[in-house]
């Protein structure tokens, strides 16, 4: 038996234009990613303190505070780096379904995990950001 069979989504009175409407500005997911100690997080706790001084909502996402909660229950195989991607992206379309300015700052190196997570959220609503660092200034960070 399908156990998606008896799942289905409810419907909200209140949409995601009315919760851009009450923050005053549009929602978006800012995935920013890159080799691990490129800066990743550094620029994404950036960007969130900019937006929020100028009164956007954000929430950050960042890799190493998701799987330390979330995702704690996945390893480091391709198969849960990629489900560790594609639950970030649900819950990051949650945060741009709330009108939230959501910045996530995972690795990602695999373009179809970029992919899942751009079909997942919608591609008009994800803009990447690459931080490209050289591989050595990255192995003297990690």
């Known amino acids: 038996m399908d156990e998606n069979l008896h799942i289905v989504p409810f419907k ?8 851009e409407t009450l923050n005053g500005h549009k929602s978006k997911v ?19 303190q900019l937006f929020h001084k100028s009164g956007i909502l954000t ?3 960042d890799g190493d505070n998701v799987r330390a909660g979330l995702n704690k229950d996945l390893d480091f195989s391709l198969d849960s780096r990629s489900e560790n991607i594609r639950r ?11 009108g939230v300015v959501c910045v996530v700052a995972f690795i990602t190196p695999l373009e179809k995990d970029r992919e899942l997570a751009k ?4 591609r008009k609503n994800v803009i990447e950001v690459f931080i490209d660092c050289p591989l050595e200034v990255c192995e003297q960070r990690d």
Not at 32 to 48: M, N, P, Q, W, Y
Not at 88 to 98: G, I, P, S, W, Y
Not at 119 to 122: P, R, V
């Open 12 to 19: 909200h009175k209140v949409s995601k234009k009315d919760r």
């Open 30 to 48: 800012i995935w920013v990613f890159g080799l691990s100690g490129s800066g990743k997080s550094t620029i994404a706790s950036g960007v969130e």
């Open 59 to 61: 929430f950050l996402l």
């Open 88 to 98: 970030v992206a649900e819950v990051a379309n949650l945060f741009a379904e709330c």
């Open 119 to 122: 079909s997942i959220i919608g």
